[in-house]
């Protein structure tokens, strides 16, 4: 019986993995209005057995990051600032749970808290670019400090200046300077 749970609790922690994996692709995409854009929806039924696993292993960060990742495709951000508090515990410096959790915290309405984590990520790797884009969006359109945007836009970039949203954030960069 032990060893049917056990076997149980990796299969739900591996799915979890593979959706991570899609969460990875999309991970941090927000759109210049400051809207997250949609991923595909992990369904309500995939979170008790994510909740269930990473409660059953408390001490593993990843069965915490995959709860919050579920939790956060589904726009459940308090849950999912929950969950990654827990995988933060038990590894501080994880920069991308810090990225997810500040999306989380912008989700809830929490600006301040969203830099806070946003930052705290861009000490540990100044080189994370998806850090500098989302606390872009946070300072130009939710604190409306264009200027601050402005530079963190740059600053990404810089970091990948082939990336897929270029163009658009050249534009959005020209355009939060034109209003300012």
């Known amino acids: ?59 593993s960060a990843a069965a915490w990051i995959n709860l919050g990742n579920a939790l956060m495709d589904l726009q459940r951000f308090g849950e999912a600032v929950d969950a990654y508090e827990k995988a933060l515990v038990l590894e501080p410096k994880n920069v991308p749970v810090l990225v997810d959790q500040g999306t989380c915290y912008r989700g809830i309405g929490k600006f301040d808290k969203a830099v806070e984590q946003y930052r705290k990520a861009i000490r540990l790797a100044p080189d994370f670019p998806n850090a500098h884009r989302n606390l872009g969006v946070v300072l ?29 954030m050249r534009q959005t960069i020209q355009e939060l300077s034109a209003g300012k």
């Open 140 to 168: 130009a359109y939710d604190l409306h400090d264009a200027k601050e945007g402005i530079k963190e836009f740059q600053k990404y970039l810089e970091l990948m200046p082939n990336a897929p949203d270029a163009e658009q």
């Open 1 to 59: 019986m032990k060893r049917a749970f056990l076997v149980f609790v990796a299969l739900v922690i591996a799915l979890g993995a593979v959706g991570c994996k899609k969460q990875e692709r999309t991970q941090q995409q927000l759109n210049y209005s400051g809207a997250p854009v949609q991923p595909a929806l992990p369904s309500l039924t995939q979170i008790e057995p994510l909740r269930k696993a990473a409660e059953a292993s408390p001490k």
